[in-house]
């Protein structure tokens, strides 16, 4: 892990073109860990690094980057530069989280294999302020910035999961397709679903809502607001990298393409 001094920003807002409507979101792509919270991790060395190799969704960024590139209008990116073992942006900072039930909530106390991450005592708190709320207010000021500009703003979380479920999982055993697309009822339209299936289409199963399901919308538009739509793209991650933790391949710039194209077919 780098020195405190070297240590990146939580989150990077990458600018996209002024009338895109479009957020490509990735959240969970990185592993850096500033030291100071890595001191609060009980795990040695190599088991924190085998753990960031499973927990990681590896070149999902370098996927929203070359779809980025690729696109006719460029999106925006909100990308995240800290590990999720930081704190999970994407969880529920309250009881409405239900991976709070494996100890994987805001903050998480408990690794993939179920083992102790940090311990019992581990007072959330800190790290929530620290680094949850400033990115959720980024994030806020990011979808309503599109609001502002466009009428309409579209997140489209870009992730990955492993070919064969981790006994983390919660609803593991259901289907795990190549493409797997998260949804929610208020804020995920039937024709985002049509035009995410269609651009996806090519490269195998399209499946909805398993292994893992919903979508992330910052909680101030969150069942409020219809003009902000949001997917969820969970990819298989032999679809695309050698498992786990390792090097990219080939698939990697079909999956961008694919993303590329629902990003135009998004206006963005």
Known sequence: MSSAAAAPPSFE???????????????????????????????GDTA???ELDHITD???????????????????????????????PERFPDEREEMTAVGMGAVYTHTTHREVLRTADTDP???????????????????????????????????????TALPYELHGEGPRPPVCLGTDAFHTPPELVRQAREVFGDLGETGLNSPFAGTYVPLEFYGRDARVGALMVEIRRDTYMTEPGG??????????????ALVDGLGG
């Not at 990458?14 to 609060?40: C, K, N, Q, T, Y």
Request: aromatic share 6%; proline share 9%; no cysteine.
């Open 13 to 43: 807002v990458l600018p996209g073109a002024a009338d895109s409507p479009v957020i490509l979101h990735v959240p969970h792509a990185a592993r850096e860990i500033p030291p100071a919270v890595r001191a609060g991790i009980v795990l």
């Open 48 to 50: 924190l690094e085998r």
């Open 58 to 88: 590896a070149h999902t960024d370098r996927i929203a980057e070359e779809a980025a590139r690729l696109s006719a209008r460029t999106p925006w990116r909100f990308v995240n530069r800290l590990s999720r073992l930081v704190v999970d």
């Open 125 to 163: 708190e800190p790290l929530i302020d620290r680094w949850f709320r400033p990115y959720a207010r980024a994030m806020t000021e990011a979808v309503a910035d599109r609001l502002a500009a466009t009428g309409r703003a579209v997140i489209v979380d870009v992730h990955s999961y492993p070919a």
């Open 247 to 260: 090097p990219a391949g080939p698939g990697l710039g079909r999956l961008a393409e694919a993303l590329a």
